[in-house]
């Protein structure tokens, strides 16, 4: 095990860039990114067991179950515990955060930071309306600000992109008041036991990369 492996776990509301943030981390830091929400959507897409026990919930952007998350969780830990894991929209609730820990306390580890990406309401709504991915590879694109050369399809890869069934403005107000209500008291949790720091998702993708990665340098030294 690399005893300079870090845990972190990103925390914000929808949109507000954590998975954006996390696949820069994993390019240039070397982290394993582990998107719940990601995995979710690959059971959906792959007709896995799990797939139909979710869907209804990702569909509608409730929150799936926390013993459906722990198991996923779970599995994945199994395999990665020690390498260095950012953590992306999960824990989502108190009951997965002391999941974590307790796992983790398992592999003689803990969650090492948390980084509260934080974004307005509004602004959120505004750019998660305005989101595509591409459904070969997962890019993320934004029609207002990071808009695709040629419309629909994926710069990259060429695949096509699509927007995601949970990405109306109905149901990214859901999101929300769930993120308040249900995420939200992780901010404190993690701030109680000194491991929180913030950042405004609204400097911008290389500035919030900047700031974050400020953040994480000399963790482990401590
Ligand atoms: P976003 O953060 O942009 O809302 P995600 O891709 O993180 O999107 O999550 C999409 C959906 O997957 C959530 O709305 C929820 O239904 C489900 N999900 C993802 N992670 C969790 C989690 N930790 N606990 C419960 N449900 C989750
Ligand atoms: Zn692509």
Redesign the pocket.
């Known amino acids: 095990m690399d005893s300079s492996a870090m845990n972190l776990v990103l925390l914000g509301?929808?949109?507000s860039g954590?998975?954006t943030q996390a696949e820069l981390l994993k390019e240039r830091l070397g982290f394993v990114h582990y998107?719940?929400?990601?995995v979710?959507?690959d059971h959906i897409a792959r007709r896995t067991t799990i797939g139909p026990k979710?869907e209804s919930?990702?569909v509608?952007?409730?929150?799936?179950?926390?013993e459906i998350?722990l198991e996923v969780v779970n599995a994945f830990l199994g395999e990665h515990a020690g390498q260095s894991i950012l953590f992306?929209?999960?824990?989502?609730?108190i009951r997965?955060a002391e999941g974590l820990d307790s796992v983790l306390t398992k592999h003689d580890l803990r969650v090492d930071k948390a980084i509260l990406v934080d974004l307005a309401d509004d602004e959120v709504v505004k750019r998660?309306t305005a989101r595509r991915q591409c459904r070969a590879c997962g890019r993320i694109y934004n029609l207002s600000f990071k808009p695709p050369k040629h419309s629909g399809i994926c710069d990259v890869c060429g695949g096509q992109l699509y927007q995601r069934k949970?990405d109306t403005e109905q149901t990214i107000r859901d999101?929300l008041s769930?993120y308040h209500t249900q995420t939200e008291p992780l901010i404190k949790f993690y701030a109680n036991q000194g491991k929180l720091q913030r950042v405004a998702g609204e400097l911008g993708r290389d500035r919030v990369y900047e700031e974050i990665s400020g953040l994480l340098a000399g963790v482990k030294d401590r």
């Open positions: 509301p929808p949109g954590k998975g998107s719940t929400g990601e979710f959507r979710v919930f990702v509608s952007g409730r929150l799936v179950p926390d998350v992306d929209g999960f824990p989502r609730t997965q998660l949970d999101r769930i």
